[in-house]
């Protein structure tokens, strides 16, 4: 071989000598090409150019498709809204979503995504009722069951199909988690299931929730055959012993983001996590996006939903305290860069918004009554979270304070001026205001949820509701990124009975 | 038979490297360095000193198009050398196309018969055998034993790993060696 090496270096070195330094043209200088034959369009030449005129060909027919027929194809979709007659039939994810019914939360009412209207009912299976729900992929949907009496939730799993009819419930590969779970999120492939959650504590007289013990957890099911999964829990406590208000997972469950509300004892933030650091034993609270501080010392966030790629949050919020103005803005914000950009601003004063599978698509419930004037905050600013004024019986940190009789919908002891977080004087609303401890009292509830009962889910879902004391309500649908605007008919929505979930 | 110029791609003699030596000196300063190692490694490639010339004129224009985006002017070399690699397989690729109906033909390789630049029938056997074998074998041969290259480099240059370059060497050397063996 040896020879051969040295044969190969003795051919390359007389080869290359025969470029001569001197000869070579300086960098730059122009050369010559020989041109092809003028007869380039001979048959042979044809032929090769065939494959690359189909392929530009090809090229220019899917251009014409996405840039001509799909618009026109949408168009016509949202004009089909516009005139109430879409079709109840369609691609679910974008088609349907649900509706939990506020008062009594035993039943699940599936909606036309694009007009509001009543498809079909879930009932929850006897003597429990819903709370929480979640979709990854706006197929499959797992919705958290909760039972008078009891403090933990049970999850079940049901489907929609491509008319608007739910199937039955089926358990969740975990069908039940000894907690009380507030709001859940669920990645793509349903694999994946994040939840906020109220610590369950057996006292006298059975199981309660502990009072401020919030946590988020983590739910990772690992498929190694048809009849057999391995399911990892992850429980972390919310960091700061802040409220979680919205939860969302990427497609890949690789990310959870999740906002916190602003409390007296907390700032409202959003959080962006690796739920595989998080299941190797890594706190939830490791990063924060954005703090609402940003947009004024005393704003808050209301809502908030990161897109399946996980580049972006797209997040509700609006001023509190002596800064209230009434009005809600829809921020954009780059998970890469923390940088945020402002969507839209609208008046209006307590938001909700559900966000498409895609997250391309918002609904945004806004009650659209004219406000009060600004009220006196008790909550001390400029700090909007500061320590809790003695004043509140509570040790959890709250946006509604218990110890309030919220006569009106603007509680002045409230850092928030948004009144529909927490029904007056109904049950209470753990995931909005983390009060567990009163919601505890019987006469407090209207609900026929046992007082003993956590109020979990179903009143969290209840708490969320805009309070249909103070109609009207805008209902808004939000194209994204753009942020172009289209007001629905709000009537068929019932926003007041139902709590809307995507 | 008709000639034409061809493109010249020119940037503004202002522009600066990533770390602020002026693009057009910089590149002088590599054209008059490292162009005849350059052409010499592009005319074993090619055949021919003309195209070696004019692939080694593109990689030098392509590094300064792209030296604002070269943020280590160390790595100037391996993409030089990259490029000749890529411009050569292209020439390669254009020749498959050519029409026969093509005005000119293409000058001799350095190892055909009709060749006469180099001296000595040993070699242009050994350079016709060479020519016989693949592509990623003439490259992974010309770096080896002409650039003299460590593997890692020639990895590198040619986007592949070492392992692959270290097993396509020993196999081109079988190849050659059996190629030789039946001129012989």
Known sequence: MNDIETRLRDAYRGATDTVRPEAIRGLGEHATVISPSARWWTRGALHRLMVPLTAAAAVLVVGVVAAVVVPNALRDARSEARNATAPLAGNPATHFLLGLADSTANYLSVRSAITGAAVATLAPPAGKFFGAAATGDGVSYVVAVAKAGTCGTWLYRFTISRTGQPSRL??????????????LAISRNGRTLAFSALTCARGPGGVHLVAGRAELGLLSTKVTSKASYTTTVTYSPVPRGEVVNSLSLTADGRQLEFSTDLTARSPSDIYVVSTKEAESGHDMGGRVLL?????????AISDSVMTPDGSTVYLTSYQ????FNARWALRAVDVATGRSRLITEKPGYGVHIVASPSARQLIAFVQAAPPRPPTPVATPSPSPWPPSPSGSPSPVPSTVPSSSPAPTPWPSGSPSPVPTVSPSSAEPTPSRSPTPVPSVSPSSSPSPVPSQTPTTSPSATAAATLDAAIQPFDVIRIQLPGGAIRYLNPVPWDVGGFFYSW | MTSQPS???????????ATGERADEFV???????????IRLALLLVGDQHTAEDVVQDAYLGLQGGLGRLRDTGKALPYLRASVVNGCRSVHRRRSRVSPHAAAPEPPPVWSAEAAVVAGEDRRAVLAAVAGLPERSREVLAFRYFLDLPDGEIAAALRVSRSTVSSTASRALVMLARKLEEQQ
Do not use: K, Q
């Open chain 1, 170 to 183: 089926t358990p969740y590969w975990t069908s039940y988690e000894s907690e009380s779970i507030e709001d």
């Open chain 2, 7 to 17: 493109t010249i791609r020119t940037v503004p003699p202002e522009r600066t490297t």
């Open chain 2, 28 to 38: 002088d300063s590599m054209y008059r360095a490292h162009a005849v190692e350059l």
């Open chain 1, 320 to 323: 509190t305290g002596r800064a």
């Open chain 1, 291 to 299: 703090n609402a501080a940003r947009f004024g010392a005393s704003a």
